[in-house]
T-cell receptor
Framework: NAGVTQTPKFQVLKTGQSMTLQCAQD?????MYWYRQDPGMGLRLIYY???????DKGEVPNGYNVSRLNKREFSLRLESAAPSQTSVYFC????????????FGSGTRLTVV | DAKTTQPTSMDCAEGRAANLPCNHS???????VYWYRQIHSQGPQYIIH???NNETNEMASLIITEDRKSSTLILPHATLRDTAVYYC??????????FGGGTRLMVKP
């Protein structure tokens, strides 16, 4: 089925460890996004990529880096994980930069101990 | 500052229409109203959007008041699978989605 695929689905890290969250979409969308959702809260934008080759900071970029590897893939890297980064991470894509028609992945549940 | 105000939670009987209100009194002329929902633990799902005219699709209807300061999302025949958090978002066409707290809709048998 067409959509957004995120890996891994679950991850436990120790404080200070690094990891990369992977995201791929097969809808030929130009724009991709990374959000985080803390318990009981709405989603907050970490980084986005309006088109291949560009990335920009969102609302909460500190502690994260991103790479738009190609049109399909957009990865999120935690260089030195902290307990405050315990969250559910969602990747999304849309045809163009903007607020409608986002397709979200199923999320990565990350716990930092 | 929040651009939208939604009730924290609502209940609806299965089979009845669910009417979810949203206030956006500071909306500007080029901003759209978008609705997304998030079923437990899943990624949000796009429902519908509109500028000033009422809109309908296979999932829902969106009614926007003439002054555009409020809107209502209508699920015509709610089912248990419509239990979710519903987000009303105001944004212009080029900006990102910014999520608030949303309305937790509980559809009861």
């Amino acid at each position: 089925n067409a959509g957004v695929t995120q890996t891994p689905k679950f991850q436990v890290l120790k404080t200070g460890q690094s990891m990369t969250l992977q995201c791929a979409q097969d809808m030929n969308h130009n724009s991709m996004y990374w959000y985080r959702q803390d318990p009981g809260m709405g989603l907050r934008l970490i980084y986005y990529s309006a088109s291949e080759g560009t990335t920009d900071k969102g609302e909460v970029p500190n502690g994260y880096n991103v790479s738009r590897l190609n049109k399909r893939e957009f990865s999120l890297r935690l260089e030195s994980a902290a307990p405050s980064q315990t969250s559910v991470y969602f990747c999304a894509s849309s045809e163009e930069r903007g607020a409608w028609g986002y397709t979200f992945g199923s999320g990565t549940r990350l716990t930092v101990v | 500052d929040a651009k939208t105000t939604q009730p924290t939670s609502m209940d609806c009987a299965e089979g009845r229409a669910a009417n979810l209100p949203c206030n956006h009194s500071t909306i500007s002329g080029n901003e759209y109203v978008y609705w997304y929902r998030q079923i437990h633990s899943q990624g949000p799902q796009y429902i519908i959007h509109g500028l000033k005219n009422n809109e309908t699709n296979e999932m829902a209807s969106l009614i926007i008041t003439e002054d555009r300061k409020s809107s209502t999302l209508i699920l015509p025949h709610a089912t248990l699978r419509d239990t979710a958090v519903y987000y009303c978002i105001v944004s212009d066409a080029g900006n990102m989605l910014t999520f608030g707290g949303g309305t937790r809709l509980m559809v009861k048998p």
